[in-house]
C-alpha cells in the first residue's frame, strides 16, 4: 500500500513532472468530493495555504438548488465565500488520473478561519474530540455496497434512467465466477485504490444482480471517512472509465434488494481494545455495552443521517438483509446492531441501518455521540434479542420514512446538546428540503396506477 504522500514528496514529484494536477476537495453535505484542479506547481507554491469556495456549497441539495431557509447563508446575504485549508497530511496519488493527486480540505469561515461547524468533516472532528476526553479513539470501518450496470451514466441518462441493466444476470452472492467476469471494473477499483494509500482489504459479489461490495480495514475514525468518501468517488469514475455506470441508490428497483454501508466500531484505550473483557459475557465490557446501549436507545433521532433521502426508506424491507428493528443480536444479519467477533480481541459492533448513500462523516459522528451519551450516562444495554428480528413485535422500529426521520431530528435533545442546535438546525432543513422536492413530483407509479382507473 502507498503511504499518503508528505509535502515535500509532492513538491518533487511536481518538479519532476510526474504529478502535474492536484485535486483540492472537501467532503460536502451529500459526501461527495467538491474542489478544485490546480496546476500542480501553483499549489506547492502557493495555494497549499487556502483556496476558496463559494458557502452554497455546504447548503445544497444533490441538484446543486440554493434552498431557502438556512441560517449560515443564502440569498440574503448574498453566498459569500469559505476557506479550503488543506489537510496537507491527506496527500495522495490519484493513480486512476495521470499525473494528478488529490488533497482533502478542510473548510473554515472566510473571516475567523474558525471551522465551519456544520462541514462534515468538522462534526466528526468534533466527536474525536469529545471521546478523546474520555480517554478513547474510535476505529471503524465502512463497507461499501453499490451497482454496476452494462450502459454508460450518459447513456442511462439519456434513456431517463429506464430499462436499467445490471452487469450481471443473477444473484452473485460471494459467487467468483460471475465475479471474474466484472474484474475488468472491479481489479481496476481494488488496485489504483491500494495504490492510492487505502488499506482495501476485498471485494465481493454481493446479493443481487450486478451489486458489488468493496471492504476497506478499520482505521481511526476520522481515515475511515476519508477513506470511503474517496472510494466512493473513485468507484464512480473508474467505472466511467471502463464504460459501465455504478451507482450507490439505496434502492433503484422496486423487487431488487437494497445497497447498504454497514458501519463496524469499536473503541480502544492506551492501545488496546477497549470493547474487550474475557470474563464478561461474548467478551463484551461494560464500556462496550453502555457505548451499545447508546446507540440503539438513540438510534431514531440520528437515521437521518444514516438514510438521508426519500428513496433511502425504500430498503427497509423485511427479508431483504436490510434491518426494520433497533435492537441488538449476536452474529444476526437480521438486527439493526450485529455484535461481531463474540469473545475475541476483534469484538465490536456493527450498524446495519445505513444505506450505500450516507454520508461517512455524519453518520460515524451521530453513532459515536450517541455511544458517549450512552458512556457517559452509564445507560444498560438490553438484552440481545434471538431469532428473526423482523418479526418481533416488541422490537422498536427504524424510522420508516423521511418524514418521520426529520421529525426525531428536529425534536432530538440529544443531538443538539452533542452538534450543536446550528448544525440539526442545518441538517433539518436539508431534510426538510429534500422531502418538499419529492413532494412537487408525479411519479410514474401514480400515473401508471390511476390514469385509466381513478
Known amino acids: 500500500m502507498t503511504k499518503p504522500h508528505d509535502f515535500e514528496t509532492l513538491r518533487t514529484m511536481v518538479a519532476s513532472g510526474e504529478i502535474d494536477t492536484v485535486l483540492v476537495c472537501f467532503v460536502d453535505m451529500q459526501g461527495r468530493l467538491m474542489g478544485k484542479r490546480f ?9 497549499f495555504k487556502e483556496t476558496h469556495c463559494c458557502n452554497y456549497l455546504l447548503a445544497t441539495d444533490l441538484e446543486m438548488a440554493t434552498p431557502s431557509g438556512y441560517a449560515s447563508t443564502g440569498w440574503q446575504s448574498g453566498y459569500g465565500d469559505y476557506v479550503m485549508a488543506p489537510d496537507l497530511t491527506t496527500i ?12 482533502l480540505c478542510d473548510v473554515l469561515d472566510h473571516h ?14 468534533k466527536q474525536i474530540k469529545r471521546l478523546e476526553a474520555h480517554g ?6 465502512t463497507e461499501l455496497e453499490f451497482f454496476l450496470f452494462t450502459k454508460t451514466l450518459d447513456e442511462i441518462r439519456k434513456d431517463d434512467f429506464r430499462n436499467l441493466e445490471p452487469i450481471s444476470g443473477y444473484n452473485q452472492d460471494y459467487h467468483i465466477f460471475q465475479t471474474t467476469k466484472e474484474e475488468g471494473v472491479m481489479r481496476p477499483i481494488r488496485n489504483h485504490l491500494f495504490a492510492a494509500g487505502l488499506p482495501i482489504e476485498n471485494t465481493k459479489g454481493e446479493a443481487e444482480a450486478g451489486q458489488e461490495e468493496l471492504n476497506i480495514r478499520y482505521s481511526p475514525a476520522l481515515d ?14 473508474i467505472a466511467w472509465q471502463h464504460g459501465h455506470a455504478a451507482t450507490f441508490l439505496p434502492k433503484w428497483h422496486k423487487d431488487r434488494v437494497g445497497s447498504s454501508s454497514h458501519v463496524h466500531q469499536s473503541l480502544w484505550k492506551n492501545g488496546e481494545a477497549a470493547f474487550f473483557d474475557k470474563s464478561q459475557p461474548h467478551g463484551m465490557s461494560k464500556l462496550m455495552g453502555h457505548y451499545m446501549a447508546g446507540l440503539i436507545k438513540y438510534a431514531p433521532d440520528y437515521v437521518y443521517f444514516l438514510a438521508p433521502y426519500v428513496n433511502s426508506y425504500k430498503r427497509f424491507a423485511k427479508g431483504t438483509f436490510a434491518p426494520t428493528k433497533t435492537v441488538w443480536s449476536v452474529d444476526n444479519r437480521t438486527a439493526g446492531f450485529r455484535l461481531c467477533g463474540e469473545n475475541t480481541k476483534g469484538v465490536r459492533v456493527e ?3 445505513g444505506g450505500s448513500d450516507l454520508n461517512p462523516y455524519l453518520a460515524q459522528a451521530a453513532m459515536l455521540a450517541a455511544g458517549i451519551k450512552g458512556i457517559e450516562d452509564v445507560l444498560a444495554l438490553p438484552p440481545a434479542t434471538t431469532g428473526d428480528v ?8 427504524i424510522p420508516q420514512t423521511l418524514r418521520a426521520a426529520t421529525i426525531t431530528l428536529r425534536n432530538s435533545a440529544f443531538l443538539r446538546e452533542a452538534m450543536g442546535d446550528d448544525v440539526v438546525n442545518h441538517y433539518t432543513r436539508a431534510a426538510e428540503w429534500e ?3 419529492f413532494d412537487r413530483v408525479v411519479t410514474d407509479w401514480e400515473i401508471a396506477r390511476g390514469f385509466e382507473r381513478a
Open 39 to 47: 496546476h500542480a506547481v501553483n499549489f506547492v507554491e502557493t495555494s
Open 92 to 103: 495522495r496519488p490519484l493513480p486512476w488520473l495521470e499525473g494528478t493527486a488529490m488533497v
Open 112 to 125: 475567523t478561519h474558525e471551522p465551519i461547524p456544520h462541514s462534515p468533516r468538522a462534526i466528526l472532528k
Open 136 to 141: 478513547l479513539e474510535a476505529k471503524m470501518a
Open 224 to 237: 475511515c471517512a476519508d477513506y470511503h468518501s474517496i472510494a466512493k468517488h473513485a468507484i464512480k469514475e
Open 351 to 353: 450498524c446495519r441501518i
Open 390 to 397: 423482523y418479526v418481533d413485535a416488541q422490537a422498536a422500529d
Open 435 to 437: 422531502q418538499e422536492e
